[in-house]
């Protein structure tokens, strides 16, 4: 019977310790998913699930998203290790200015910075001397570097918007202002407008060439 208690426990054992070890790995896998590979920082999954969650709880918060223009433009001509400099020196230097708050990555180029407490007539402000410190040129080894960064500036307040929508209004306000300039701007209704405008007028402009739509009308030059 000894025999017999000595095998219980040591299965008993073994079963606790696969079970554990299978715990362990779930949450292993579960964190990988939710993580972004290359900064290291949770993912738009996670984010998404914890925008619904603050959605849910009727919380107020802002979502900054910003847009590095030219990072992988930049990566095309200098090694990893730099561009791992770059991103890495960014993320500390965003979470040093904003501690408290949540920042997320959903790619090389885009961060999403959660904040949960801010005054909205400082907001815009605080973010533009943050951009003016970011836009300093980098100089890492023999390289010297200058970010083109957009920013997006998208505030849930009163209106229910659902998780995407927030963060829709907040990359569409990124999108803002000329191609390849810096700057920082705050979702407007009127985004949208221009938008589907933009989109109705490029799919008509390329509807037009493909149907050979288009054609030469003189105007003639008459002296009066």
């Avoid at 890495?88 to 990555?105: A, P, T, V």
């Avoid at 400082?122 to 533009?128: A, L, M, P, Q, V």
């Avoid at 989109?199 to 054609?215: D, H, M, V």
Wanted: net charge negative; aromatic share 14%.
């Amino acid at each position: 019977w000894l025999l017999r208690i000595f095998i219980y426990l040591f299965v008993a054992f073994i079963t606790g310790y696969v079970f554990q070890m299978n715990n362990k790995t779930n949450t292993l896998i579960k964190e990988k998913e939710l993580t972004d590979p290359f900064t290291g920082l949770y993912n738009m999954n996670k984010l998404l699930f914890e925008l619904k969650k603050m959605n849910v709880n009727d919380e107020k918060f802002c979502l900054v998203f910003f847009n590095v223009l030219n990072i992988e433009e930049i990566s095309k001509y200098v090694d990893y290790s730099i561009i791992d400099i770059i991103i890495h020196k960014g993320i500390e230097h965003l979470k040093s200015q904003f501690k408290g708050n949540d920042l997320y990555s959903s790619n090389l180029h885009e961060y999403i910075l959660v904040l949960k407490e801010y005054d909205e007539n400082e907001i815009i402000k605080i973010i533009s001397k943050y951009l003016e410190d970011v836009l300093n040129a980098i100089h890492i080894k023999d390289y010297s570097f200058q970010l083109i960064v957009k920013v997006g500036i998208a505030l849930k307040n009163v209106e229910n918007y659902d998780a995407t929508e927030i963060l829709n209004k907040a990359r569409i306000a990124a999108d803002q202002g000329e191609i390849y300039e810096s700057g920082v701007y705050t979702y407007d209704n009127n985004f949208n407008k221009e938008r589907k405008f933009f989109n109705e007028i490029s799919g008509s402009l390329n509807n037009a060439i493909i149907n050979n739509e288009f054609y030469l009308v003189y105007q003639p030059i008459i002296n009066i």
